[in-house]
């Protein structure tokens, strides 16, 4: 498998507190089954204030102690780059970085409160080149008021990636009915831990793609985490990629009470 999202740099966000909490992340990755961990720290104007030299110094410098104790994970860079009108001077000046320097950019949207001009934005960077992976949307506490939103920008380009924990339940039932929700009805490009330490937020997705399969079957439940995932790697275009079911038939999901049961609890909410 391979983790698009992760906190694991020591000291640098609200990740891994020290080098030694960052070890034993990258041991619980390796021993889950991932082989590849894209190190994606915040980037958020006045609180996180990094920058992409500096993280794909750190992610060299981590990789170096990784490979010195023996433990088998390959790091990649990025950033869980958050929309703010800046986005675009940084992107352009390389002080925010995209995943592993593709196309490809990890794009958080404000957690409480829909962004202005949110698909406006995402929109423009689809234009510029980019493919926008939205984080977590399941988990933004406004998603279930604007699921349109979603629908329309992952129809028009844009990636959505859902938390593993969200989907097991782990950040409370609304995010989890959400997951659900965007796994089940196949509108969701990857999975991704967003691995903040060891215990709650653990840099882990085996227990998550069992739950995936279930929802959709094996084959593009693994696309969740090896195959989108391995192509944002590769730094492939759109068009050489398998995008999610939803983009090509109505009602892709194959677990008919969990999508009819969450279909139910979205309209009750929205009633």
Known sequence: MIDIHCHMLPGIDDGAATLEISLEMARMAVADGIRTTYCTPHIYPGLYENTGPDI?????QLQMVLDDKGINLRLNY????????DVFEGLRSGRV???GGGHYLLLEPSHHVRPPRFTESVFELIATGFIPVITHPERLTWADQHLSDFTELSRSGAWLQITGG?????????????????????WADVLASDGHTTGHRAPVLAEALSTAEKLLGTEEAYRLVRERPEAILNNLAQTMV??????NQ??????????????QWLRSRNS
């Open 78 to 85: 990025g950033a869980d780059v958050h929309l703010v009108p």
């Open 97 to 99: 970085p995209t995943l």
């Open 242 to 247: 398998s995008r999610p079911p939803a983009l």
């Open 56 to 60: 794909q110094r750190r992610v060299g």
């Open 250 to 263: 109505p009602n892709p999901s194959k677990a008919g009470k969990i999508r009819g049961r969450v279909t």
């Open 166 to 186: 969200a989907l097991l339940g782990r950040f409370g039932k609304k995010p989890q009915r959400l997951a659900e929700y965007f796994v089940g009805e196949g």
